[in-house]
């Protein structure tokens, strides 16, 4: 394993299972350390280092739940407790390197090319993902947008059918993002949406809550909740993913309105089928949604099976790689590194409950007709934090989610002290860092900075290996993302 690879999975590992945040006392109480008071405020309390990380062990859940619970939960696992996805014999077959991640045995890189050869492959050309971890969900109903409404704050409401937005769960009361989620809606009652694998058990439990009591003041009937753990989900990724992935779009009797991928945009999805490599239709319409997590255009692909189709994954992803000279399979590795450039948070890294979308910069997440306290629209988990935050940062915040580009030396790993550079205390912290590919080695990092040190160009220092490295304040991403829009 190259030391680039060595480094992304080290910073990877650590989501296999769900983390806390470090913790400190401050006034007799502990508090996490990305939200403690930090040195130099009113408390008076200056310099104080985090404890150590701790792992949280999640509790047992039974592998089918009842009432609110979701159907169809039916993970494959491994001899030793870790669970595979139905591309698991295709990785091995391609020489991948095999890794814990998020409770499942993934692919950190191939070795047809290394984890920096990866990265720039995407950047120059396409890459396929296996991003089958992921939990897929399907809500429908006259409920499912009521539900979503609150438990999100985005404006689902004025969506179309087949767009998406990138959203949070958000806790009752606290506002704290439960997790990030990329929500579509297929039509006015149907909503598609995909979670992070490392926060299943706890993403179950959160819904299950909301949905069982929406359902105790609206009827049974009122939402139906599913996993779809039938399905792949693959990521094709890069600047040649258009043209591979329209060259295998059925087109026979197929409305050429919709079969022109050049007409999706960002954000949008579709519902159709692949021509496969012997020429026949695939067994069933694949849902593509335009969207990634490498900022570069790309494409989402959600594979469904059934014990007709149970090779369809292998099927498309083989489809897919048949033009080696354009598309290779990419790991954690390259992933982790690509959505680092794009300033993409990783949950359990750079997000957690302890986070409001405001203090993690994404208060664009909610929607702009949802802002007003006085308005319905508005009653959403958390909305009497978080709109408070929206229109007073300055008085309310007392941290934001930054980039930092660091100067030459080793990299600012997770975890890392930021200092003043006035009087040498602490005024954050890192929760991502490496050094970027596409920039010529570049230390980069994402963190958590007290108040007024968060704007563009501030001056600040970290603490790398017990030496003291000059950052500044960067905004991100670092590259810029290369979404297909209109126009």
Same mark, same amino acid.
């Given at each position: 394993?190259?030391?680039?690879?060595?480094?992304?999975?080290? +910073?990877?590992?650590?989501?296999?299972?769900?983390?806390?945040?470090?913790?400190?006392?401050?006034?007799?109480?502990?508090?996490?350390? %990305?939200?403690?008071?930090?040195?130099?405020?009113?408390?008076?309390?200056?310099?104080?280092?985090?404890?150590?990380?701790?792992?949280?062990?999640?509790?047992?859940?039974?592998?089918?739940?009842?009432?609110?619970?979701?159907?169809?939960?039916?993970?494959?696992?491994?001899?030793?407790?870790?669970?595979?996805?139905?591309?698991?014999?295709?990785?091995?077959?391609?020489?991948?390197?095999?890794?814990?991640?998020?409770?499942?045995?993934?692919?950190?890189?191939?070795?047809?090319?290394?984890?920096?050869?990866?990265?720039?492959?995407?950047?120059?050309?396409?890459?396929?993902?296996?991003?089958?971890?992921?939990?897929?969900?399907?809500?429908? #109903?006259?409920?499912?947008?009521?539900? %979503?409404?609150?438990?999100?704050?985005?404006?689902?409401?004025?969506?179309?059918?087949?767009?998406?937005?990138?959203?949070?769960?958000?806790?009752?009361?606290? #506002?704290?993002?439960?997790?990030?989620?990329?929500?579509?809606?297929?039509?006015?009652?149907?909503?598609?949406?995909?979670?992070?694998? +490392?926060?299943?058990?706890?993403?179950?439990?959160?819904?299950?809550?909301?949905?069982?009591?929406?359902?105790?003041?609206?009827?049974?009937?009122?939402?139906?909740?599913?996993?779809?753990?039938?399905?792949?989900?693959?990521?094709?990724?890069?600047?040649?993913?258009?043209?591979?992935?329209?060259?295998?779009?059925?087109?026979?009797?197929?409305?050429?309105?919709?079969?022109?991928?050049?007409?999706?945009?960002?954000?949008?999805?579709?519902?159709?089928?692949?021509?496969?490599?012997?020429?026949?239709?695939?067994?069933?319409?694949?849902?593509?949604?335009?969207?990634?997590?490498?900022?570069?255009? +790309?494409?989402?692909?959600?594979?469904?099976?059934?014990?007709?189709?149970?090779?369809?994954?292998?099927?498309?992803?083989?489809?897919?790689?048949?033009?080696?000279?354009?598309?290779? %399979?990419?790991?954690?590795?390259?992933?982790?590194?690509?959505? %680092?450039?794009?300033?993409?948070?990783?949950?359990?890294?750079?997000?957690?409950?302890?986070?409001?979308?405001?203090?993690?910069?994404?208060?664009?997440?909610?929607?702009?007709?949802?802002?007003?306290?006085?308005?319905?629209?508005?009653?959403?988990?958390?909305?009497?934090?978080?709109?408070?935050?929206?229109?007073?940062?300055?008085?309310?915040?007392?941290?934001?989610?930054?980039?930092?580009?660091?100067?030459?030396?080793?990299?600012?790993?997770?975890?890392?002290?930021?200092?003043?550079?006035?009087?040498?205390?602490?005024?954050?912290?890192?929760?991502?860092?490496?050094?970027?590919?596409?920039? #010529?080695?570049?230390?980069?990092?994402?963190?958590?900075?007290?108040?007024?040190?968060?704007?563009?160009?501030?001056?600040?220092?970290?603490?790398?290996?017990?030496?003291?490295?000059?950052?500044?304040?960067?905004?991100?991403?670092?590259?810029?993302?290369?979404?297909?829009?209109?126009?």
């Amino acid at each position: 394993m190259s030391g680039a690879a060595r480094y992304s999975y080290r +910073g990877l590992r650590s989501l296999s299972v769900t983390r806390q945040l470090p913790t400190a006392v401050v006034n007799g109480a502990q508090q996490p350390a %990305l939200l403690r008071t930090l040195p130099g405020t009113v408390n008076g309390v200056r310099g104080i280092s985090s404890s150590p990380r701790q792992s949280v062990r999640r509790p047992s859940r039974p592998a089918c739940y009842t009432r609110g619970q979701p159907a169809s939960i039916r993970p494959a696992s491994s001899q030793s407790g870790l669970k595979k996805t139905q591309l698991y014999d295709l990785h091995v077959a391609h020489g991948a390197k095999m890794v814990p991640f998020a409770g499942y045995d993934m692919p950190l890189q191939y070795s047809d090319l290394s984890h920096l050869e990866s990265h720039h492959w995407t950047r120059e050309k396409a890459s396929l993902f296996d991003v089958s971890h992921m939990v897929q969900h399907r809500l429908t #109903g006259p409920g499912a947008l009521p539900l %979503l409404m609150k438990v999100t704050p985005s404006a689902l409401d004025t969506l179309g059918n087949n767009q998406s937005t990138l959203s949070c769960l958000l806790e009752d009361g606290t #506002g704290g993002i439960v997790d990030d989620t990329v929500i579509t809606k297929l039509a006015p009652e149907s909503f598609y949406f995909v979670t992070n694998a +490392g926060r299943r058990d706890e993403d179950l439990v959160f819904l299950s809550a909301e949905i069982d009591a929406y359902r105790k003041e609206h009827g049974a009937d009122s939402i139906q909740w599913e996993i779809l753990s039938d399905r792949a989900l693959v990521a094709l990724q890069g600047p040649l993913a258009a043209s591979v992935l329209q060259s295998f779009i059925y087109t026979e009797g197929e409305d050429p309105a919709l079969t022109d991928l050049n007409t999706l945009y960002f954000g949008q999805s579709r519902e159709l089928y692949l021509t496969l490599a012997d020429g026949s239709r695939s067994a069933h319409r694949l849902l593509i949604s335009r969207t990634g997590y490498t900022g570069e255009d +790309g494409f989402e692909i959600s594979i469904p099976t059934t014990a007709n189709s149970a090779s369809l994954p292998a099927q498309v992803t083989e489809l897919l790689l048949s033009q080696p000279d354009k598309v290779r %399979l990419a790991g954690l590795a390259a992933r982790d590194s690509l959505r %680092l450039e794009a300033g993409m948070c990783l949950y359990g890294h750079d997000l957690s409950t302890a986070q409001t979308p405001p203090t993690a910069a994404l208060g664009w997440v909610v929607g702009r007709n949802r802002r007003d306290a006085e308005s319905p629209s508005s009653h959403f988990n958390g909305a009497s934090v978080i709109l408070p935050q929206l229109a007073s940062p300055g008085k309310t915040l007392s941290q934001r989610r930054i980039g930092l580009t660091i100067e030459k030396g080793s990299p600012a790993r997770e975890g890392a002290v930021i200092i003043d550079p006035a009087d040498k205390t602490q005024i954050g912290v890192v929760t991502s860092g490496l050094p970027s590919p596409s920039l #010529g080695g570049t230390n980069i990092a994402m963190a958590y900075i007290k108040q007024g040190f968060h704007k563009k160009g501030t001056e600040v220092e970290v603490l790398v290996r017990n030496k003291v490295r000059k950052a500044t304040v960067t905004p991100m991403p670092w590259v810029a993302s290369k979404f297909h829009r209109p126009g």
